[in-house]
């Protein structure tokens, strides 16, 4: 599976984005499809992720502001993100997990100015 992700860019604090993330195989319901993020000199860090049209994970900083989810017939997941702060401004990656293995997107970069 190869994943390509858009949708970053430069917004102003409060402002919304949508990411995409689109599939170059089918994606499976029972895929785990799932955003995370990553600030220089820091770990990747999950976003929330999705699986068999639930979403199983939302990290506490982005609960309420950021919404999940994927198209299977479309082979997309996506990432609505709104109220967005300074402290959002990263690099963001979708990732496929299916069973072991492992699939990333070349990540997409979120900026949010003050």
């Known amino acids: 599976v190869q994943l390509q992700a858009s949708g970053g860019g430069l917004v102003q604090a409060g402002g919304s984005l949508q990411l995409s993330c689109a599939a170059s195989?089918?994606?499976?319901?029972?895929?785990?499809v799932a955003w995370y993020r990553q600030t220089p000199g820091k770990q990747r860090e999950l976003v929330a992720s999705?699986?068999?049209?639930?979403?199983?994970d939302t990290a506490d900083y982005v609960k309420g502001r950021f919404t999940i989810s994927r198209d299977d017939r479309r082979n997309t997941l996506e990432l609505q993100m709104n109220s967005l702060r300074p402290e959002d401004t990263a690099v963001y990656y979708c990732?496929?997990?299916?069973?072991?293995?492992?699939?990333w997107g070349q990540g997409t970069q979120v900026t949010v100015s003050s």
């Open positions: 990732h496929v997990q299916r069973g072991r293995w492992s699939y």
């Open positions: 195989g089918s994606l499976h319901s029972i895929d785990v």
């Open positions: 999705i699986m068999n049209g639930k979403i199983i």
